[in-house]
């Protein structure tokens, strides 16, 4: 089922089964603050928050330290209930690395909480006071055809509370624009009669707007929220007469988001880079199969459209101060071309701060980024549309943060956006400049070794490899495979469906399909492997390639083993590889070195190699299937 | 939905609402037999229990509630 982006703040992973289990587990842990931290990147409902929030308070109860969570007082005062949306924020805070802790005044008691220095609120000294006003809770007259609403009124009657709270506690005021019932009372003309409700509120918002920014306090736009999911689903009359609850109790969970992005900002826990994957992410396809012509970013083509709507926001970010930077598995060169070379492409060389197109792991890449932008991880999101490589980078690197992304590339957009890793209350010249600074190099950063756990992570994925020969069924993607595979392929032999069903019978020959199957499903088939018999008792790999999703899970390895294994039950003694270079497969030109084949011949052909079918290599961490169709003696 | 297979869905419900995997979901269960059953966890309870049976109640229908058994019947009702 399709999450609903804002409701369920579909950027976030979904929780696991047992994170109620995990949740109560926290009451054992000396130092939770980590652990509470994790669990609260989760998607979670209003009793999820609530139980972590119950977490974060008995660890405070028993005086265990909340670190590396940072404090942060937060006084809350509002017209409606806000006893549900507490623990809401006390556990999104933590999301962002917050300790939040926080005071309520009494229902109703804005003014007094305000003035009275000894008020709840003021003794308790926040850091920040929410507002959580709606229009409800302001003196404003609105009764069509009224000259004078008391916009003026309102807004003094807010600045005398904002005031109040600056003097009293030194609290940061977060005002809030207030959101219009849907009820309307002559329809489209209500915007335009005097005293109509959505009038006033539209005159009022402006001029709140207007007060924000010339006096530094800082605006929670709960109108923009309330409009992004729909006015008539964020009131809810049923819910405001049976326990006023001041918006629909389903949003609590993005409201809370909102509030805790923003008290993040003023700590300074704003993102600050944006790391885009390229295939499939930047472009539509595969640069290394589908070549520069192949990718789809053409205007008119609608998948083409949606990565060009990527590409648009990334700029945008960039005006704004964000650093981009790229992380892909790719080549270099090829991956760069497009960068240089296609007309379509908005986004250029000069735009990107660090370009790590290369075949290691993500992990470490985005650790090199980091260090050569001398940002923190907590400043980095890594935006790719493969979840493998988001579980790998989460896992390895939780200080991240990666956006789950939908099916449909049209919404990568929209939900980079709605994660909101980029909240700001400011926008200075500095950060106006902060683009320019980074710009021009696209430079590449040599890696260190790779320093992440990788082992640990491809255990975890529950990977299952299966081996099976050629048969009819699978006959048109294996042709696919073969005509279409340019990176991952040692010799780039194309055949026909006719020439692949020959090979089949052929009683000389060994062919295998590969699917690999994990956490994340079905991959299906991605590798294809043909040996021809060159003489007694030694095979030829004459076809070997693989789908680059499946990289760095040491599908190769589990490969040579099968075929080692297979040659071995028929007699075969020697194993002969080739590498055969084409304008696409740099990426294998020591595929055979790695796997612990011995150099034969080499020269501008390529070039060959060998191994006996008794050599040993090392197993990976999954499980092996064989389907088999009968031996067939050699 | 029979009433049985409301008793089931609504367990878990129970379970996440009050962060007690012990109660047991009967129809004679009341607010006075479940720790922390006040009038804020009961507007989440109602809250939980409308979404996960996709059912609208309307303040009439929770003001008259008196157990459990009250509960199933209004859910059946509007299911």
């Known amino acids: 089922m399709t999450r609903d982006l804002f ?38 409902d209003a009793n999820e928050l609530t139980r972590i929030a119950k977490a974060i308070g008995r660890a405070r109860a028993d005086e265990r330290p909340l670190a590396p969570l940072v404090p942060f007082r937060l006084g809350l005062l509002g017209n409606g209930t806000l006893d549900l949306l507490v623990p809401a924020l006390v556990a999104t805070a933590a999301r962002y690395g917050i300790a939040l802790e926080c005071t309520q005044a ?28 709606d229009y409800r809770a302001l003196p404003l007259r609105i009764s069509p055809g009224a000259t004078d ?21 030194g609290a940061i005021p977060i005002v809030q624009t207030l ?6 009372l002559f329809g489209s003309f209500d915007r335009v009669a005097l005293g109509t409700c959505r009038r006033v509120l539209d005159d009022f918002n402006r001029a709140l707007v207007e007060t924000v920014r010339q006096g530094g306090d800082v605006l929670l736009d709960v109108a923009a929220i309330a409009e992004t999911v729909g006015l008539a689903q964020w009131h809810s009359p049923a819910q405001w007469n049976l326990a006023k609850l001041p918006f629909a109790d389903e949003y609590v969970p993005l409201y809370a988001e909102h509030v805790a992005r923003l008290i993040a900002a003023l700590c300074g826990k704003s993102r600050r880079c944006l790391i885009l994957d390229l295939d499939n992410t930047v472009w539509g396809g595969v640069i290394g199969d589908d070549g520069l012509d192949g990718i789809r970013l053409a205007q008119g083509d609608a998948t083409g459209e949606a990565h060009l709507a990527v590409q648009r926001l990334a700029l945008d970010l960039r005006e704004r101060g964000i650093v981009l930077a790229v992380s892909s598995k790719n080549d270099d060169e090829v991956a760069r071309l497009a960068f ?51 579980s790998l980078v989460r896992r390895l690197l939780p200080q991240v943060a990666v956006p789950e992304l939908p099916p449909d590339p049209a919404l990568y957009a929209r939900t980079l956006a709605a994660a909101g890793y980029f909240e700001s209350v400011a926008f200075s010249d500095e950060d106006r400049e902060r683009a320019k600074f980074y710009q021009d190099n696209a430079r590449r950063v040599t890696l260190q070794k790779s320093a992440v756990d990788l082992a640990s992570y491809l255990e975890s994925l529950q990977m299952e490899i299966i081996f099976q020969p050629f048969d009819k069924t699978g006959r048109a993607r294996i042709a696919q495979l073969i005509n279409k595979s340019n990176q991952f392929n040692l010799t780039t032999r194309r055949y026909t469906e006719a020439e692949i069903a020959e090979v089949q019978q052929d009683q000389t020959a060994f062919t295998l399909q590969i699917r690999l199957i994990d956490t994340f499903g079905d991959n299906g088939m991605i590798s294809v ?65 790695k796997l612990g084949f011995r150099l034969i011949k080499e020269g ?29 003696a050699v | 939905m029979n009433d049985a297979d409301i008793y089931v869905k609504l367990t ?64 059946r009702e509007k299911a």
Not at chain 1, 608 to 618: Q, R, S
């Open chain 1, 340 to 390: 240089q070379g296609h007309p379509e492409m908005l986004l250029r060389e000069h735009h990107i701060a660090v370009f790590q197109a290369n075949w290691n792991d993500k992990a470490t890449n985005i650790s090199a980024i980091a260090e050569e932008l001398s940002l923190g991880l907590d400043a980095m999101v890594l935006l790719d549309d493969n979840p493998a490589e988001r």
């Open chain 1, 604 to 632: 501008p052909d390529g070039s060959e190699w060998e191994i006996g079918t008794n050599a040993i290599v090392p197993e990976a961490p999954m499980r092996v299937r064989r389907i088999e169709a009968g031996l067939v």
């Open chain 1, 7 to 44: 409701a369920e703040l579909a950027w976030l992973p979904e929780p696991p089964e047992d994170i109620s289990a995990q949740c109560r587990a926290v009451a054992g842990l000396a130092e939770p603050g980590a652990v509470i931290r994790q669990l609260a990147s989760y998607a979670l």
């Open chain 1, 179 to 184: 959101a219009p019932p849907p009820e309307a």
């Open chain 1, 149 to 169: 609403a008391g916009i003026e009124a309102a807004i003094n009657h807010l600045a005398t509370i904002r005031a109040g709270f600056r003097e009293h506690s």
């Open chain 1, 529 to 593: 492997v043909i040996c021809r018999l060159r003489s007694a008792g030694v095979w030829e790999i004459d076809t070997w390639l693989m789908s680059c999703r499946v990289l760095g899970r040491q599908v190769e390895s589990m490969v040579l083993r099968e075929v080692l294994h297979q040659a071995r039950r028929r007699g075969i003694d020697l194993i002969i590889g080739q590498y055969r270079p084409s304008q696409r497969n740099d990426m294998v030109r020591d595929h055979y070195a």
């Open chain 1, 106 to 133: 009494d229902y109703g008691q804005t003014v007094q909480e305000a003035l009275d220095v000894s008020s709840r609120i003021n003794r308790a000294a926040p850091d920040a006071v929410l507002l959580a006003l």
């Open chain 2, 12 to 75: 878990p419900i129970f379970h996440s609402v009050f962060d007690d995997e012990d109660i047991v979901v009967t129809p004679q269960l009341t607010a006075d037999d479940v720790n922390g059953w006040d009038s804020l966890t009961h507007i989440r309870l109602m809250l939980s229990v409308q979404k996960a049976f996709n059912v609208r109640f309307a303040a009439a229908d929770i003001v008259g509630l008196k157990n459990v058994e009250d509960l199933v019947r209004l859910i």
